[in-house]
């Protein structure tokens, strides 16, 4: 029987990576007799302390309590046939736990989601970007049996360290993200962002375009974030939404146009596409920057669009909005693409296969 230990941050439920990335596939794992355990190390206390403007005292005893968490589990490692690290064991610089794992009877898969080997901390952290170290993501990649990469840029990078390199892209559990348009005014059209804190600075991308809709549609359409409860924009009516597993697609659900604006630059090369897969998998209308994964994601004006430049924007989402069928067919063909490329059912199968070749 095969049995895996996940180390994360979070617990479960907690982040959007983690779930879309491997707890999703749990109730998988556990049908096919694979025995898991995830292994986290910031508590349900700990998130109001880190991911804001908490005390230098406060998150420096969350560090320590996260490293001696970390020990504790490290002798753990020789019970199990698989060790899979999501991003980093730890949120420093260290690969102390990383190459423990190498030396472990354990196999090592290492997964990952973004260029992480960039700097990006949220603005709560700037002061302690000096305990990162970025440069040990290739470190960590060639202690790794084997390498999970969520698209093709990172597997390009990857490459460049480790030769068991597998694509695993970011999916949607299409049984939980399922449309439910008698959510949906009838007579407003929303149009809505889904991230976080540490992301609203894409969101703001939007700001300029979204001003000129506002000014050309007024009170027909409606702008919601969701991610970052403390948003607030008062000349597009926004106020923030804050973001919960338990109603995360009920507010998706309110959407009739879902937006991924992001900047072209070697991080957002990185992303996988979630938000704009989690809009697609209700049938929403999705428009995406042109930048990474999201142009394979999107065959313009079929499942999607995309749109580059402030015009394009505005004449894009003012297509969208003038034309209900054009919004019910694209949305229709957006969740088709995520069952047949970007859903738990179209990878579960090729994610067990490859915990086994790692064994073999």
């Not at 999501?86 to 990952?112: C, H, N, P, Y």
Request: proline letters at 2%.
């Amino acid at each position: 029987m095969l049995n895996i230990l996940f180390l994360a941050a979070h617990r479960p439920n907690r982040s959007p990576g983690q779930r879309y990335r491997f707890e999703q596939y749990f109730p998988y794992l556990k049908s096919q007799g694979i025995n898991y355990k995830l292994s986290y190390i910031i508590t349900e206390a700990d998130d109001a302390v880190f991911y804001s403007g908490g005390t230098v005292l406060d998150k420096f005893r969350i560090l320590i309590k996260s490293i001696l968490k970390r020990y504790a589990h490290k002798r753990d490692y020789n019970n199990y046939d698989i060790v899979f690290v999501q991003r980093e064991a730890l949120m420093i610089g260290w690969t102390f736990f990383e190459r423990s794992i190498k030396k472990s009877k354990a196999k090592f898969v290492f997964d990952f989601d973004d260029s992480i080997w960039l700097l990006d901390t949220s603005v709560a952290n700037k002061k302690f970007e000096w305990l990162k170290n970025p440069e040990k993501t290739a470190k960590i990649i060639r202690f790794a049996d084997c390498v999970f990469a969520g698209n093709a840029y990172l597997a390009n990078y990857a490459k460049h360290y480790n030769t068991v390199v597998k694509i695993v892209p970011t999916t949607i559990d299409t049984d939980i993200h399922f449309p439910n348009k008698t959510l949906r005014n009838k007579g407003v059209i929303t149009i809505g962002w889904s991230g976080s804190s540490t992301t609203i600075k894409h969101f703001e991308y939007a700001l300029d375009f979204l001003t000129t809709l506002k000014q050309k549609y007024g009170s027909k359409i409606n702008i919601v974030v969701m991610g970052d409860a403390s948003y607030v924009n008062e000349t597009l009516g926004i106020k923030g939404v804050e973001w919960s597993a338990e109603g995360e697609v009920t507010v998706l659900n309110t959407f009739d146009i879902g937006i991924m604006p992001l900047p072209n630059d070697e991080w957002a090369k990185g992303k996988c596409g979630l938000k704009g897969l989690s809009y697609m998998a209700l049938e929403i209308a999705t428009v995406m920057s042109p930048v990474g994964v999201n142009t394979e994601i999107i065959q313009h004006g079929i499942n999607g669009f995309l749109a580059n430049t402030h015009q394009e924007w505005v004449t894009t989402i003012s297509a969208i909005i003038d034309d209900a069928e054009l919004r019910k067919n694209v949305g229709k063909a957006a969740r088709l693409t995520v069952i047949e490329k970007y859903s738990v059912l179209a990878q579960r199968d090729n994610y067990i296969t490859y915990f086994k070749e790692v064994l073999m």
